[in-house]
């Protein structure tokens, strides 16, 4: 399934949030609608999905809201494991229903497809 997604960036031991730039460049403020994922040894331990493109899984380390996320990091790091952040883009859909052509945000239910599929241990809040 990795091979869908693209890396763009890491949780590295002994940094203070996640190192990026030699994956995705300076494309941390690209907005568009993406499924992410966290991966700790191969294993998923987290999907996401956001409309804001790269900027949220790359910012863990600074989300209140997240903390089961944001405190997996910090041990995973003091365990000395660093923790891989995938992405892939998950565009609008054009749909037509009851006469109407509109676009469908299709990012939501692909995340929850995964989350159902992969069941990671990060998933769902403290």
Known sequence: MLDS??????????????EYIEFIGRAKSKVMPIVYL?????????????????????SYHNNEV???QREGIAEANKRDQTVEVYAIEVPNISVEFNGENFFCYVAQDYEKFLIEKH????????
């Open 5 to 18: 997604f693209k890396k763009i960036g890491e949780y590295r031991p002994n940094r203070d949030g996640a």
């Open 38 to 58: 966290f991966v700790i040894a191969d294993q998923i331990v987290y999907i996401g999905e956001t409309r804001r493109g790269y900027s949220r899984p790359l």
């Open 66 to 68: 997240m903390g089961r």
């Open 119 to 126: 069941n990671p241990l990060w998933n769902g809040r403290k």
